[in-house]
C-alpha cells in the first residue's frame, strides 16, 4: 500500500471515528434530557402529593372551611377569570363536604358581559341548588362592570372602604383614521358583501345609521346589566339614577348607596360572617404551558384574521 492510500484509509478512520463519537455524544445527550424531564416529573408529582398532602392533613381536624374563589383580571374568553376557568373551581367550592361558605373574592375591572352574565348564572345556580351554603362577594381593589355583574349574585357583598365599586355602564371602543388618510393621500380598498359588513371600519367615515344601530346594542345590553343588578341587590340599592351612570365610587359611599352590604377582607367574613375561618382557595389556574399557548393563538389570530373590530364590554 502506497503512501496515498495510508493517507485515505487514515481520513476515513478518522471519518469513522469521528461519526461515531458524535453519535455516542448524541446518545449520552438524549439520555440525560430524558433523565432530566424523568426528574422533574417526579419532582413535580412529589411536589403536588406533599401539597394535597398538607392540605389533607390540615383539614383533618377542621370541621367546617370557608371555601374561596379568586375573579383577576380581565373578564374575557380564554382568560384566568373566564366562565371555563371560574366554574369549576365554583362547582367544587360548593361540592366540597365540609363548605360552610363560599366567598367570591374579586379584582376586576370588568370586561365581557357574555362571560360575566355565565359565570353570574352559575352562581346564582349553585346557590338554589345549594340553599344551606351562603355565598359573599368580597372585593379587593376594583369591582367594577362586569366584576360588578358577577358580585350581584352573592347573597352579600363586601369591600374595602377605599375599593372602586361600580361602573354598571356598556362601552364599545373604536377609532378613527380618515382625517389623517386625506393628510396622507392614503385610499383605503374595502370590497364587502352585505351593505353593513363593513360598519365601524376605523378607515371609513362614520354612517350615521350604523352609529344608531351600535348605540341600540349598548342599550339594549345596559338594560340587561341594569335589570340583574336589581335582582340581585333588590331594596337595598338606594333609589340613586346616578347608580346606573357608570359612575364608580369608594367602598365607603358604596355602602351609602346600597352597592354593599358591608366593608370587611375575606378573612374578616370568613371568620366574622361565615364563622369557618378555615379558608381553602378553590381557584383554578392555568399552568405555564397552557398560559404560553394562549398567548400564542391569540397573537397568531390577531395577526392572520386582523382582529381590529370594535367589541362590547364591561369596563
Given at each position: 500500500?502506497?503512501?496515498?492510500?495510508?493517507?485515505?484509509?487514515?481520513?476515513?478512520?478518522?471519518?469513522?471515528?469521528?461519526?461515531?463519537?458524535?453519535?455516542?455524544?448524541?446518545?449520552?445527550?438524549?439520555?440525560?434530557?430524558?433523565?432530566?424531564?424523568?426528574?422533574?416529573?417526579?419532582?413535580?408529582?412529589?411536589?403536588?402529593?406533599?401539597?394535597?398532602?398538607?392540605?389533607?392533613?390540615?383539614?383533618?381536624?377542621?370541621?367546617?372551611?370557608?371555601?374561596?374563589?379568586?375573579?383577576?383580571?380581565?373578564?374575557?374568553?380564554?382568560?384566568?377569570?373566564?366562565?371555563?376557568?371560574?366554574?369549576?373551581?365554583?362547582?367544587?367550592?360548593?361540592?366540597?363536604?365540609?363548605?360552610?361558605?363560599?366567598?367570591?373574592?374579586?379584582?376586576?375591572?370588568?370586561?365581557?358581559?357574555?362571560?360575566?352574565?355565565?359565570?353570574?348564572?352559575?352562581?346564582?345556580?349553585?346557590?338554589?341548588?345549594?340553599?344551606?351554603?351562603?355565598?359573599?362577594?368580597?372585593?379587593?381593589?376594583?369591582?367594577?362592570?362586569?366584576?360588578?355583574?358577577?358580585?350581584?349574585?352573592?347573597?352579600?357583598?363586601?369591600?374595602?372602604?377605599?375599593?372602586?365599586?361600580?361602573?354598571?355602564?356598556?362601552?364599545?371602543?373604536?377609532?378613527?383614521?380618515?382625517?389623517?388618510?386625506?393628510?396622507?393621500?392614503?385610499?383605503?380598498?374595502?370590497?364587502?358583501?352585505?351593505?353593513?359588513?363593513?360598519?365601524?371600519?376605523?378607515?371609513?367615515?362614520?354612517?350615521?345609521?350604523?352609529?344608531?344601530?351600535?348605540?341600540?346594542?349598548?342599550?339594549?345590553?345596559?338594560?340587561?346589566?341594569?335589570?340583574?343588578?336589581?335582582?340581585?341587590?333588590?331594596?337595598?340599592?338606594?333609589?340613586?339614577?346616578?347608580?346606573?351612570?357608570?359612575?364608580?365610587?369608594?367602598?365607603?359611599?358604596?355602602?351609602?348607596?346600597?352597592?354593599?352590604?358591608?366593608?370587611?377582607?375575606?378573612?374578616?367574613?370568613?371568620?366574622e360572617v361565615i364563622g369557618a375561618e378555615q379558608v381553602?382557595?378553590?381557584?383554578?389556574?392555568?399552568?405555564?404551558?397552557?398560559?404560553?399557548?394562549?398567548?400564542?393563538?391569540?397573537?397568531?389570530?390577531?395577526?392572520?384574521?386582523?382582529?381590529?373590530?370594535?367589541?362590547?364590554?364591561?369596563?
Amino acid at each position: 500500500m502506497n503512501e496515498g492510500q495510508q493517507a485515505v484509509e487514515a481520513l476515513k478512520t478518522i471519518a469513522l471515528e469521528t461519526v461515531q463519537e458524535q453519535r455516542r455524544a448524541r446518545r449520552w445527550g438524549i439520555f440525560f434530557k430524558l433523565f432530566f424531564v424523568a426528574y422533574l416529573l417526579v419532582t413535580l408529582i412529589m411536589v403536588f402529593g406533599a401539597l394535597r398532602g398538607t392540605t389533607e392533613d390540615r383539614l383533618a381536624g377542621v370541621d367546617e372551611i370557608t371555601a374561596l374563589v379568586d375573579v383577576n383580571g380581565v373578564i374575557m374568553a380564554g382568560a384566568e377569570a373566564s366562565a371555563d376557568m371560574l366554574v369549576p373551581g365554583l362547582r367544587k367550592a360548593f361540592e366540597h363536604e365540609k363548605t360552610k361558605g363560599v366567598i367570591i373574592r374579586i379584582n376586576s375591572p370588568g370586561g365581557s358581559p357574555v362571560q360575566s352574565g355565565y359565570i353570574n348564572d352559575e352562581i346564582r345556580r349553585l346557590r338554589a341548588k345549594y340553599d344551606d351554603i351562603p355565598v359573599y362577594a368580597v372585593v379587593t381593589d376594583v369591582c367594577a362592570s362586569g366584576g360588578y355583574y358577577i358580585a350581584v349574585a352573592a347573597d352579600e357583598i363586601y369591600a374595602d372602604k377605599a375599593s372602586l365599586v361600580g361602573s354598571i355602564g356598556v362601552r364599545m371602543d373604536s377609532f378613527g383614521f380618515t382625517e389623517a388618510m386625506k393628510k396622507y393621500g392614503v385610499e383605503r380598498r374595502l370590497y364587502t358583501a352585505g351593505s353593513n359588513k363593513g360598519m365601524l371600519d376605523p378607515f371609513l367615515p362614520e354612517d350615521n345609521a350604523q352609529v344608531a344601530h351600535v348605540e341600540d346594542m349598548l342599550d339594549v345590553t345596559h338594560r340587561q346589566f341594569i335589570k340583574v343588578v336589581k335582582e340581585g341587590r333588590g331594596e337595598r340599592l338606594k333609589d340613586e339614577p346616578e347608580i346606573f351612570s357608570g359612575l364608580f365610587w369608594t367602598g365607603e359611599t358604596a355602602l351609602e348607596l346600597g352597592l354593599v352590604d358591608g366593608l370587611g377582607s375575606a378573612g374578616y367574613v370568613a371568620r366574622e360572617v361565615i364563622g369557618a375561618e378555615q379558608v381553602v382557595n378553590f381557584t383554578v389556574k392555568k399552568d405555564l404551558i397552557q398560559r404560553i399557548a394562549d398567548r400564542m393563538n391569540a397573537s397568531l389570530k390577531a395577526l392572520v384574521l386582523g382582529e381590529s373590530a370594535p367589541r362590547m364590554v364591561l369596563y
